[in-house]
């Protein structure tokens, strides 16, 4: 999971501000997902993309947008629509051999 | 779709204890179950994995046993140690490593 890595680390947003989170994977994944996690709870699909210029909804598509114009990037823009974006999001690629998702650091939002 | 069930949501043990946690799924075409170890604001890292035609693999102090039949399987953790202390995830994965599915996670904590 060295390979994956998110920017920035910590990223503060004022209400009604559109924000892009950073996702950038060296490890040649086709597939990349986009999680977010609230404060002791488990890990919610936001995008998923298992290839380049396609991307599929998760369970809380709602207020997120994302783009895969690049096999090694996939970015996920947090827009106004997205009331209480306030969270920690992490970012993954999945090795196409093991089917193992390997996760980046995250990014932890924070609405001010 | 898949669903994952996983217990306890949180586990305490004394040091040096054994500590058992145990996940359930519907969906019969799930053949991959790997195991993650999230520490607090860390990403979630893989740290042991099991496929449908294996009965339980064992890495050290860490095991997975997986019951086909009754669709469950588990993580055994042996000699605790303090460092253990994390939230486990477990996950279920389809055939074809497209449909990845999380449990909501167990809280463990080692206490000395």
């Known amino acids: 999971d060295g390979g994956i890595t998110q920017s920035p680390k910590y990223l503060f947003r004022k209400e009604g501000q559109n924000v892009t989170l950073s996702c950038e994977q060296n490890l040649n994944h086709d597939a990349m997902y986009w999680y977010r996690q609230d404060p002791g709870q488990g890990l919610r699909l936001i995008y998923y993309?298992?290839?380049?210029?396609?991307?599929q909804k998760g369970d809380i598509a709602e207020g997120y947008s994302v783009s895969r114009e690049k096999k090694e990037s996939f970015p996920l823009t947090v827009t106004s629509a997205q009331k209480n974006p306030t969270a920690f999001y992490l970012c993954?690629?999945?090795?196409?051999?093991?089917?193992?998702?390997?996760f980046g650091p995250g990014t932890r939002l924070t609405v001010l | 779709g898949e669903n994952v069930e996983q217990h306890p949501s949180t586990l305490s043990v004394q040091e040096g204890d054994s500590a058992v946690i145990k996940c359930t799924y519907s969906d019969s075409a799930s053949n991959y179950f790997p195991w993650y170890k999230q520490e607090l604001g860390k990403r979630p890292q893989l740290i042991i994995d099991i496929r449908s035609n294996v009965g339980e693999k064992k890495d050290q102090r860490i095991a997975v046993t997986l019951n086909k039949t009754a669709k469950h399987f588990s993580l055994h953790i042996t000699e605790t140690q303090p460092e253990d202390s994390a939230v486990y995830f477990c996950a279920a994965v389809d055939n074809y490593g497209q449909n990845f599915v999380f449990g909501p996670g167990t809280r463990l904590s080692v206490l000395p």
């Open positions: 993309s298992q290839i380049v210029n396609d991307f």
């Open positions: 993954a690629s999945k090795n196409p051999s093991s089917d193992t998702q390997y």
